[in-house]
């Protein structure tokens, strides 16, 4: 397969850049379905353009729309965090001091007792 050790270095190199366009490739890709004020069209022209001249494509848009690509990258990036932190929120149910002024209503209602509610307040504190 490999002649020489040549054969192996030239082989790593091409892999490598091969590896390395296909990054840049699905980077832009993700750029492109990401940007929220780019039409339809548009994504539809660079994308024809990325099928049928991917590399001057590619340089192309890096050098033109490639300032905005970490900016769009990060107003994602919050947004999915925003979306996890209210999901968590949501399901982790209420925070340790609302668990101690409903048990703390419940007791001066009459519900519990004065030994229940520091059972409820010492699990609320855990």
């Known amino acids: ?3 020489s050790f040549w054969d ?3 082989y790593t190199v091409v892999i490598f850049i091969f590896v ?3 990054m840049m490739l699905f980077w832009i890709i993700a750029d492109l379905f990401r940007d929220r004020e ?3 069209w548009w994504k539809a022209v660079w994308m024809v353009f990325l099928i049928f001249v991917p590399w001057l494509t590619a340089l192309v848009y890096l ?3 490639g300032p905005g690509m970490s900016r769009r990258a990060e107003v994602t990036r919050v947004e999915m965090q925003q979306q996890s932190d209210d999901y968590i929120r ?3 149910g209420k925070s340790s ?6 048990a703390k209503s419940l007791l001066d209602s009459g519900v519990i007792d004065e030994q229940e509610y520091a059972a409820l ?3 609320a504190l855990r």
Do not use: H, N, T
């Open 8 to 10: 192996f270095i030239w």
């Open 97 to 102: 001091a609302e668990q101690i002024a409903d």
């Open 1 to 3: 397969m490999w002649d």
């Open 121 to 123: 307040k010492a699990k």
């Open 90 to 92: 949501s399901v982790a």
């Open 63 to 65: 050098i033109a729309r």
């Open 38 to 40: 780019l039409s339809g």
């Open 20 to 22: 390395a366009y296909l």
